[in-house]
C-alpha cells in the first residue's frame, strides 16, 4: 500500500505517518523505486497510534505503549501503570482548568463593564501571584 492509502485506512494525514515513521515509531518497508511499501501491519500501528494521540498520550507514551502491544509476553500492569500516570496528568489539567474557569467568572461577574475605567479583571491581572 502506498502512503496515500495507509493516511485513509488509518485516518492519519500522510504527513503524520511520515513524521511517525522519522521518528522511528513505525518501519515500512521499501520498493525496488524507494516508495514506501505499508503492509496490513503498518495500517494497524497507525490506527492504533492515531487512537493513543487522540487520547493524549504523548509520542513517548506512545513508543512505549506500541511496544508493549508489540510483546505477547507483557504484563498488561505495565500498560495500565502508563495510563494510570496519563490520566492523572488529566486529572490535573482538569481541575486546573476548572480553577481558571472559576477565577475568570468571578472576575466576569464583577466588572461592571461599564463605560468607567475601573476594571477588577485588570486590577486582577497585574496583581503579583
Known sequence: MNIGEVSKKAGLPAKTIRYYEDIGLIKPARDTNGYRAFSGADVHKLAFLGRARALGFTIEDCRNLLALWED?????????AIAKEHLA???????????????LANLVSACAGDDRPDCPI????QSPR
Request: net charge negative; no cysteine; aromatic share 0%.
Open 89 to 103: 496528568e488529566i486529572e490535573t489539567k482538569i481541575a486546573n482548568l476548572q480553577g481558571m474557569r472559576d477565577t
Open 72 to 80: 505477547q509476553g507483557r504484563a498488561s500492569g505495565d500498560v495500565r
Open 122 to 125: 485588570l486590577n486582577d491581572l
